[in-house]
């Protein structure tokens, strides 16, 4: 099956910081890539669609400008959590789906840890 | 009401059993439909995808998707426990959009 690689599997930052994650699609183009957070024993959270090229669509109650949604290319989107605080800690989650291949993959996560 | 149900379980079961794991929905317009597992902090893991009504069987993975019920079902034979993990259903009507259910947590025993 295609693979979609996200990295880093895990990240410690400090509170104040901003932390990147990135997406890619290796082996097809990912025309829309989505971005979700999941709490401990809990089903995935939506935060934002991306299609490449243009702005990201977010959730109701998920604050853009907190984090920050590029779709710059076909295989490469990143969210970029700003200001990081405690509260922003959790696994976050990227998924891609491409137009030719009809199926939703998704990356293996990132656990944000905030000090 | 949600637009996708699924029993969080947790379903425990042993090992060599037939596993059943289930989704309804409420929107008829849903025809792509999909199932993951997903073990703890990892990402979901495509197991089966299934276009419009019919089963589909991949080695000891049987889906089944029945529109008129709006109802999905994953079918787990001779189960091990490395088949322990959470199964989540999703669907879509136009793949814009996505809608998952809260995950079965199963567990097969030794």
């Known amino acids: 099956g295609a693979v979609v690689s996200q990295h880093p599997s895990w990240v410690i930052c400090k509170s104040g910081t901003s932390v990147k994650i990135e997406c890619r699609s290796l082996d097809f183009q990912a025309t829309t890539m989505f971005w979700y957070r999941q709490f401990p024993k809990q089903s995935l959270m939506l935060m934002a669609t991306s299609n490449e090229g243009s702005k990201a669509t977010y959730e109701q109650g998920v604050e853009k400008d907190k984090f920050l949604i590029n779709h710059a290319s076909l295989t490469l989107s990143t969210l970029t959590v700003t200001s990081a605080h405690p509260e922003d800690s959790s696994f976050y989650i990227c998924?891609?789906?491409?137009?030719?291949?009809?199926?939703?993959?998704f990356g293996s996560g990132t656990q944000l840890s905030v000090l | 009401q949600k637009e996708v149900e699924q029993d969080p379980g947790p379903l425990s079961v042993p090992e060599g059993a037939i596993v059943s794991l289930n989704c309804t929905y409420s929107?008829?317009?849903?025809?792509?439909f999909m199932w993951y597992r997903q073990y703890s902090r990892k990402g979901p893991e495509l197991l089966m995808y299934?276009?419009?009504?019919g089963n589909k069987e991949d080695g000891r993975f049987t889906a089944q998707v029945d529109k008129s019920s709006k109802y999905i079902s994953l079918f787990i034979r001779d189960s091990q426990p490395s088949d322990s993990a959470t199964y989540l259903c999703a669907m879509s009507a136009s793949f814009n959009k996505f809608y998952f259910g809260s995950g079965t947590k199963l567990n097969v025993k030794p």
């Open positions: 998924s891609a789906y491409g137009q030719h291949n009809e199926k939703l993959f």
């Open positions: 929107n008829s317009a849903f025809q792509y």
């Open positions: 299934t276009y419009s009504s």
